[in-house]
């Protein structure tokens, strides 16, 4: 048969072996020679338990492990216990899970739900019920005093005496026992065997100061915390499908008889388990599960835990950068999207998002001076591009938050941002000058632009818009209806001069067909047109025609001229609406009403 080296679980004996100071086991003259996967397998599971550093020594944690008679896990979790105040309720666990279950039938209920484990979504406390009900019926932990080794002197007489007498009681004690266990379907030997175990790693954890003191009951949390410590690679996950992920093992399916199935709502709840014990047969079990919550695994594992951050904002209620935080335990999703406080994990890569998000986009609101400033030199900005019909004037946002970066180098919240501004006195030090921000020189105030005509004595305000395929494009006037038939149509095709000479040169290309190139210059041509046309009493396109009749004979424009190829953005476009400013129709000369 294959050697039991081989066969095992070599983690103990290279802890023991450090321990001893008997050198690598690669080293070690065995008979035979566990495989190096076996040995690279034991290095990485006494890593993770916190006995070995990267460098393969033994910690303060792995020289305590090394002195218990237990599995490294086991050893660990008990360690573990003494911080969380569960030494007693861990200590019990662990010596059980050392020895073969007492339990000769595992299906029965009788002491399962005795005691502490009942309605407790883990399959560990149910030790403590078994512990509890039969140190209870032996008298309080009296069975611990049956080791049978009793010292004789001499042949004291009386000492033999009291001896006899002992083992008279340990008989009738005994007996009672027998059929305690019977009773219960509990192996006495077994139970003669855990006990024993318990002793053990009471009398060595006095020697290590790891003992309980507590003198009440471990809560749920402390117990399975210390249970963590020891069986962190048995982490599991439920996943879609019902059974649990694990960080080795996909598809766990738990053992019909655990308590977390046969409650409904246990089994619910149930999310993440620790699982004693990972095997495969037909399927993959995990026997001895108990319920856990994931914020453990992170507190415990914090080194261990891999960080990610997504969908950064800035919350106005806090002032500051948050963002959703994921947290992962080897390559198990402990938390999704939990919400932390960006700004004070990262501030560096917050002020970066601080100064995009709160400030140059403007979420920080309008209660600050430098903002409403900024805010209106950007719109000034949008107005040229409009006007101009250049989508390149504005520098862009980056040079914006190049400023704030210049003026605010340690800003990553609204509490750091009033500091810098009470600090300086006030906020203007963050004004932004419209010339800052813009790639080219352009005059705010330009007659060819107006952003208000006059008719009669009543003042429109335009409107400029730079948005081709939209029937918004071009310049726009609201005019109440008294106002808009107060003038005839025409009328409204002579505003904004900047736009005749681009209509001219779209009719002169429209009917060049219909041009004699080798007499006429298309240029002479639109500049006679130009220097000739001012406002007549009659729609734009009329008077070209009349021009360019009179000029260059070309007769019937209106024959040769399709009218709907022209730019729309080139003819005000003009909003009629009634006394109460409700919208009434649209006029685009040289169109018909739409």
Not at 16 to 25: A, D, F, N, Q
Not at 236 to 243: D, E, P
Not at 507 to 523: G, H, P
């Amino acid at each position: 048969s294959t050697p039991e080296i081989k066969r095992t679980n070599i983690a103990g004996i290279i802890l023991r072996m450090h321990h001893l100071k008997l050198g690598k086991i690669e080293r070690f003259p065995f008979l035979q020679r566990p495989s190096s996967s076996a040995i690279s397998e034991a290095y990485r599971q006494l890593k993770s338990l916190g006995a070995l550093d990267s460098s393969h020594k033994l910690t303060s944690l792995g020289s305590k492990m090394a002195m218990m008679p237990l599995d490294p896990p086991v050893a660990c979790m008990l360690l573990s216990a003494s911080e969380h105040g569960a030494v007693k309720e861990v200590s019990i666990i662990a010596s059980a899970l050392s020895v073969e279950d007492p339990r000769i039938e595992k299906d029965r209920n009788s002491i399962v739900n005795t005691g502490i484990g009942g309605k407790l979504p883990s399959d560990f406390t149910k030790y403590l019920g078994i512990w509890n009900a039969f140190q209870n019926f032996s008298g309080k932990g009296k069975i611990n005093n049956f080791s049978g080794k009793v010292k004789i002197n001499n042949g004291s007489k009386q000492r033999l005496t009291s001896f006899v007498k002992r083992m008279k009681e340990k008989r009738i004690i005994n007996k009672k026992l027998y059929g305690f266990c019977n009773k219960n379907s509990l192996s006495y030997h077994r139970m003669r065997e855990w006990m024993d175990v318990h002793e053990q790693i009471s009398i060595i954890g006095k020697k290590i100061n790891c003992q309980s003191n507590n003198t009440l009951s471990a809560s749920y949390e402390a117990i399975h915390k210390s249970l963590l410590c020891g069986l962190n690679e048995n982490i599991a996950f439920k996943q879609k499908n019902g059974l649990y992920k694990g960080i080795h093992t996909h598809d766990i399916t738990l053992v019909s008889n655990s308590k977390i199935l046969k409650n409904k709502a246990l089994k619910k709840e149930s999310k993440w388990v620790v699982i004693h014990e990972i095997v495969e047969t037909g399927k993959i079990y995990g026997r001895t599960a108990a319920s856990i919550k994931p914020q453990w695994v992170e507190q415990l594992f914090h080194n261990q835990c891999k960080y990610s951050y997504a969908g950064h904002y800035f919350d106005s209620q806090s002032g500051v950068i948050k963002a959703f935080e994921m947290v992962v335990f080897r390559d198990l999703p402990l938390i999704k999207n939990r919400i932390v406080n960006f700004s004070q994990k990262f501030p560096e890569y917050a002020r970066s998002i601080f100064i995009t998000k709160a400030l140059v986009k403007g979420e920080i609101g309008n209660d600050y001076n430098f903002i409403t400033h900024n805010n209106k030199i950007k719109k000034e900005i949008e107005s040229l591009e409009h006007k101009y019909r250049n989508k390149e004037i504005y520098a862009g946002d980056s040079v914006l938050e190049d400023f704030y970066n210049t003026n605010l180098p340690h800003v990553s919240s609204v509490q750091d941002l009033n500091k810098t501004i009470s600090d300086k006195g006030d906020d203007r030090f963050l004004f932004v000058r419209m010339s800052d921000l813009m790639t080219k020189s352009y005059t705010t105030h330009n007659d060819d632009y107006p952003d208000e005509i006059i008719i009669g004595n009543t003042k429109l305000d335009l409107r400029y818009r730079y948005a081709l395929d939209s029937e918004n494009d071009g310049a726009t006037v609201t005019a109440p209806v008294h106002v808009f038939q107060a003038v005839p149509p025409y009328y409204w095709e002579w505003f904004l001069p900047v736009f005749w000479l681009p209509r001219v040169k779209e009719i002169i290309d429209l009917i060049i067909d219909y041009i004699d190139v080798n007499t006429l210059d298309k240029f002479t041509v639109i500049e006679t047109v130009m220097s000739m046309l001012k406002f007549r009493p009659c729609s734009f396109i009329t008077a070209v025609g009349k021009i360019l009749w009179d000029k260059f004979n070309i007769q019937s424009l209106n024959k040769f001229l399709d009218i709907h190829r022209l730019s729309c953005h080139l003819w005000i476009r003009i909003v009629v609406v009634n006394e109460d400013g409700k919208f009434i129709d649209v006029y685009k000369p040289p169109f018909c009403n739409i």
